[in-house]
């Protein structure tokens, strides 16, 4: 069998549609225009408004009460405890321990995007590593994405 890739992946050949496993199929600069629009408070460049301020504000920091989060997939993600949580399709991260408030989700290839909401600032990391191919998930992770936002955070 061909091992996955962009060519074997998302229902047969060249991304031929989003996957809810992978994420949607968005370009840096298209990832760049929802990160702007929401440090815009839901504004577009143009001046309309495709979200309310209040929506923001629930995108980016509201957390869904009663949900258990201590499974095997949760602590791999390290969405189980107290200082991070999986809320409206990302990762949520309150301002502790001299870190700042975060939002952030990885998708293909070790892609990688944290919007700092209350900082006017975010970080796009697009490595291309493949996380099926051997190692991508664990090196993309370990040798460019964490040293990179770590920097990133460092200047906030």
């Given at each position: 069998?061909?091992?996955?890739?962009?060519?074997?992946?998302?229902?047969?050949?060249?991304?031929?549609?989003?996957?809810?496993?992978?994420?949607?199929?968005?370009?840096?600069?298209?990832?760049?225009?929802?990160?702007?629009?929401?440090?815009?408070?839901?504004?577009?460049?143009?001046?309309?408004?495709?979200?309310?301020?209040?929506?923001?504000?629930?995108?980016?920091?509201?957390?869904?009460?009663?949900?258990?989060?201590?499974?095997?997939?949760?602590?791999?993600?390290?969405?189980?405890?107290?200082?991070?949580?999986?809320?409206?399709?990302?990762?949520?991260?309150?301002?502790?321990?001299?870190?700042?408030?975060?939002?952030?989700?990885?998708?293909?290839?070790?892609?990688?995007?944290?919007?700092?909401?209350?900082?006017?600032?975010y970080i796009l990391v697009f490595p291309q590593f493949m996380g099926s191919s051997p190692g991508g998930w664990l090196l993309g992770s370990a040798t460019v994405r964490e040293p990179v936002t770590d920097v990133f955070e460092a200047m906030l």
């Amino acid at each position: 069998s061909l091992p996955n890739s962009v060519a074997t992946d998302s229902f047969a050949g060249p991304r031929r549609c989003d996957s809810g496993d992978t994420g949607a199929c968005m370009t840096v600069a298209d990832y760049a225009k929802f990160y702007d629009m929401l440090l815009a408070g839901g504004t577009a460049p143009n001046g309309a408004r495709l979200l309310s301020e209040e929506s923001v504000h629930r995108l980016t920091h509201r957390a869904h009460d009663g949900l258990s989060r201590d499974s095997p997939i949760g602590r791999f993600m390290r969405l189980h405890d107290a200082m991070q949580s999986f809320n409206h399709g990302w990762a949520t991260r309150p301002a502790a321990e001299g870190k700042p408030h975060c939002n952030f989700w990885s998708g293909y290839a070790n892609n990688h995007g944290r919007l700092y909401v209350e900082d006017d600032a975010y970080i796009l990391v697009f490595p291309q590593f493949m996380g099926s191919s051997p190692g991508g998930w664990l090196l993309g992770s370990a040798t460019v994405r964490e040293p990179v936002t770590d920097v990133f955070e460092a200047m906030l």
